[in-house]
């Protein structure tokens, strides 16, 4: 459903982690895929899963359940950096009137080594909002998103694969 309105929507969508997770990767806001889906990286294009199944050598996950389990056996913890805001369809730059979620939830009872953005919308928003309250830079990677055509997917895999090696 296209929408030339914004609306102001609340992230429903818990983070992803346990005891064992070593890096965070943090979106933007759900899209209206994953919004539907009440799960991250929902849209069918993004390549979000596509990338992190092949810098982790494995099959691409495809339900809910076998999302979670993939990223808990690869130490990965997800979420985003929005709690709410204002937003028209899932056009990220439209994104007004932030309220950012509470990282503390994560970092209080994991060993994050690194804090990974999907995205310069997220690394942004990180930035700007997150950086001085955690005392944490952010490693920028390049979106997993449709709309990031200039990026195929081998180029993803391939500068994705840092998660890997500091994990």
Known sequence: MKTDKKEKLIHTIDPVFDEDSKILILGSFPSVKSRETSFFYGHPQNRFWKVTAAVFEEEIPETIQEKKSFLLKNHI??????????IK????????????????IILDHCDI?????????AEKLYRKYMKETYKRDCISLPSTSPANAAWSLEKLIDEWKKIRERN
Not at 77 to 86: F, T
Not at 113 to 121: A, D, F, L, M
Request: aromatic share 6%.
């Open 77 to 86: 913890a997800v979420w985003d950096v929005i709690h709410s805001c204002e």
């Open 89 to 104: 369809g899932s056009s990220d730059a439209s994104i007004e009137n932030v309220a950012v979620n509470d990282l503390s």
């Open 113 to 121: 080594r690194q804090i990974y953005v999907n995205g310069k919308t």
